[in-house]
C-alpha cells in the first residue's frame, strides 16, 4: 500500500465480536431489504429480515434492535458506497480489483457515476443516520452479488426455494429467526454477516485500503471499510 493510500483511509475501530450485525440493501420503494444478526432469548443466532418500503423505514426498523443492545459493539453491512472518489468517472481501487477479479460477474460492477440513485442516496442516508447516532459504528460496503460469486463460483440468483438460504445459514451460523423471501432481505442479511466477519478480524481484507492511481476518496458517513474474504494478493 502506498503512502497516498495510507494517508487517505480513516481507520475503522479494532477487532472483537459484534453484540450485533445489520444488514440493508438500499432499493428503489417498497424494495428496502433490512437484517439483523443477533443472539436471541434461547442463547441461540437468530436472523431477523423484512422489506420496508422507504430509507426511513429501515431506519426506524434498526432503532429497536439497536436500544436492545444498549452501548454494545455494533456493525452494518451495507450495498452501496461508504466511500467516494473524486478521480475519473468516481472509480475507486475497490471497483478496479472486483472487476478484474470476477470477470464473470463484472457488469454488476460500474462506476459510481452510474448508479442508480436509490442505491447511492438511500444507502448513505442511512448509513449517515446510523453513524450520527453511534459514532462507533463498524461499518463496511458490501457487493452481495459478487460476493456470492466469490462464496460459490456461481451466479446470485435468488429464489426462496433455492440453495442461497441454506448457505447463508451455514456461512453465518444461523439458528433461527426468519428466512429471507427475496433478494433484497437475502443482500441485507448476507450483508450483516459480512461485517460480523470483518468485525471480528475473520476476513482481514479491506478493499478500501487499495493503492489509489486518480483522485482520492471521500467519506461522507465517516470511516469505512470494505471488507472481504480473499485477499487481494491472491490470484
Request: hydrophobic letters at 40%; proline letters at 5%; aromatic letters at 8%.
Amino acid at each position: 500500500m502506498d503512502k497516498k493510500s495510507k494517508e487517505g483511509h480513516p481507520s475503522v475501530s479494532g477487532q472483537s465480536e459484534l453484540a450485533l450485525a445489520l444488514g440493508y440493501d438500499p432499493g428503489g420503494n417498497r424494495r428496502h431489504g433490512v437484517a439483523a444478526i443477533h443472539v436471541d432469548s434461547n442463547g441461540s443466532r437468530a436472523l431477523r429480515c423484512a422489506t420496508v418500503t422507504t430509507a426511513q423505514e429501515a431506519i426506524d426498523w434498526f432503532w429497536p434492535l439497536l436500544d436492545r443492545v444498549g452501548d454494545a459493539r455494533v456493525g452494518l453491512g451495507i450495498d452501496t458506497l461508504t466511500a467516494l472518489c473524486t478521480g475519473g468517472s468516481g472509480w475507486r481501487p475497490a471497483d478496479g480489483y472486483l472487476r478484474r477479479r470476477y470477470g464473470d460477474v463484472v457488469h454488476s460492477v460500474v462506476s459510481a457515476n452510474s448508479l442508480y440513485g436509490a442505491m447511492a442516496l438511500n444507502g448513505l442516508s442511512v448509513a449517515i443516520a446510523l453513524r450520527t447516532a453511534r459514532s462507533n459504528l463498524v461499518l463496511t460496503e458490501t457487493h452481495p452479488k459478487v460476493l456470492y460469486f466469490e462464496c460459490t463460483r456461481v451466479k446470485h440468483e435468488f429464489t426462496v426455494a433455492g440453495s442461497m438460504n441454506a448457505e447463508l445459514s451455514e456461512w453465518a451460523r444461523i439458528e433461527g429467526g426468519d428466512t429471507p423471501q427475496n433478494d433484497h432481505e437475502w443482500d441485507a442479511a448476507v450483508s450483516a454477516w459480512a461485517v460480523e466477519e470483518g468485525a471480528a478480524g475473520r476476513w482481514a481484507h479491506d478493499l478500501h485500503a487499495l493503492p489509489l492511481t486518480d483522485g482520492q476518496l471521500v467519506w461522507p458517513a465517516g470511516p469505512s471499510a470494505y471488507f472481504w474474504p480473499r485477499s487481494p494478493d491472491d490470484h
